[in-house]
């Protein structure tokens, strides 16, 4: 699930969201209850420049999209699955410096971009959304920074 596909609804007394096809409960803008065996808290807020320590692996479906990038003659070309998730949840949990580069998006995500290995991330509270190498580069982390940056 990718943080925008969350929404909060409302009943006649309390607001809930679905969180792993489970309804949990939200008081006072935090997620109350259990999903599963997991108990459910409300994010941390992400850091622009920060390290997000809490964010989560890439989600099952998201690996599902990003396999087309670990073929052969792809970006990652013959990484194995595990790799992949490992390097993209580790540059987005990442603070900014030296060759990391990265800001927070008005959608909420935590944008990271290494420049000496080319890699861009991008990863919400639920888990890293997507990992992969821009073809135009530094550029393209330029060009999308200029148009997400929260303000």
């Known amino acids: 699930m990718k943080a925008t596909d969350s929404t909060i609804n ?6 809930w969201i679905t969180v792993n096809s489970a309804r949990v409960k939200v008081e006072n803008g935090e997620l109350q209850g259990e999903v599963g065996e997991k108990i459910v808290e409300a994010p941390d807020k992400l850091s622009s420049t920060g390290a997000n320590p809490t964010i989560p ?16 003659g792809k970006s990652y070309s013959g990484m194995p699955m595990t790799e992949y998730v490992e390097k993209a949840s580790e540059l987005a949990r990442s603070p900014i410096g030296g060759d990391i580069d990265g800001y927070k998006a008005t959608d909420g995500a935590v944008v990271r971009y290494n420049k000496n290995t080319n890699d861009f991330v991008k990863g919400y509270s639920t888990g890293v959304a997507t990992m992969f190498k821009p073809s135009s580069g530094e550029d393209y982390f330029k060009r999308k920074r200029s148009e997400e940056e929260e303000g």
């Open 10 to 15: 409302s009943d006649e007394d309390e607001e």
């Open 57 to 72: 692996d890439m989600m099952p479906e998201a690996q599902q999209r990003h396999k087309k990038h670990l073929r052969k």
